[in-house]
């Protein structure tokens, strides 16, 4: 964990990011103070950070981040935003600027340093059926992830789950995120989630409470439960043989919401799980492992 105190100024915000260090900005004038604590020293790609700012009478903050303007909410006397690093956002250092304002109408920012790792992400080869074969059309995938888009592009204000996340069954990893797939050696594509061991017909489970936004068929990920969590974070649920909750319905956290199977662009039964943090498909594996609030 880094820890880095701020003293924030009307003026001029002064001082650098130094690793492992206590930045001090001061002026000669009074100013709010705050501390900003990120929960990482890294980001590899496909992963997702969590920071928090602590301080008195702020009345909001937003994180400036790979272009992206993040949102940060109040919970348990701090705000807290998420980072999401793309899985295909190529490693670097890159701005971080976090922007606050206060009840009396003061605003002030602070800028430091992310860095971002390679992923390390493997190559599978995966078969799927003949009868499958107008899944591998580059324009079916296209238009599922761009329907996908335009609800993760809809952040919630409201948190609906309380503490960290769990797998929607407890079984171990058998494919990671992000792996480079190669099917019916024809389609190029990218796991956007991680699977779970799992025969058909196996119930899974809500991985947090939320709120259903998709609860249908689709092409390639067959019948599909989609749950927004709130604060910019949703999850998944693909290859289903039968679907439990309608959209609309409020979940929560351990509530049987499908049966698993192999639908859709699928070599066989197995339980398919993503995760979407503020628009970009992260790693579930990794995401379980946040402290959230």
Known sequence: MQRWFLGLLAAVLIGMLASGGVIRAQGSQTAHEFDVVLDFDALKQGNTGLLHIQGTDIAGARLLFLNRLVECYPAGGAWHGLLSVNMEYTPGTYPLEVLVWFQDGSRSSWEGQVSVLDGGFMRQDVTIGSDLGYLLEPEVDREERARLQAIFNQVTQLRYWNGPFAKP?????????????????????????????????????????????????????????????????????????????????????????????????????????????????????????????
Do not use: M
Not at 254 to 264: L, P
């Open 169 to 293: 069954l407890d079984a171990e990893f058998t494919s990671p995120f992000g792996a480079w797939r190669l099917y019916n050696s024809a389609l190029w594509g990218r796991h956007t989630g991680a699977d779970l061991r799992g025969p058909a017909g196996t119930p899974l489970l809500a991985p947090a409470a939320g709120r259903v936004v998709l609860a249908e068929r689709l092409d390639v990920r067959g019948n599909y439960v989609l749950i927004d969590h709130g604060w910019g974070v949703y999850s998944g649920l693909a290859h289903l043989s039968e679907i439990h909750v309608t959209r609309g319905q409020i979940v929560q956290a351990g509530q049987v919401v499908g049966i698993s199977g192999s639908t859709g662009r699928s070599s066989g039964p197995h339980i398919h799980w993503e995760i979407a943090v503020n628009g970009e498909w992260v790693d579930p594996s990794q995401f379980i492992g946040i402290n959230l609030p």
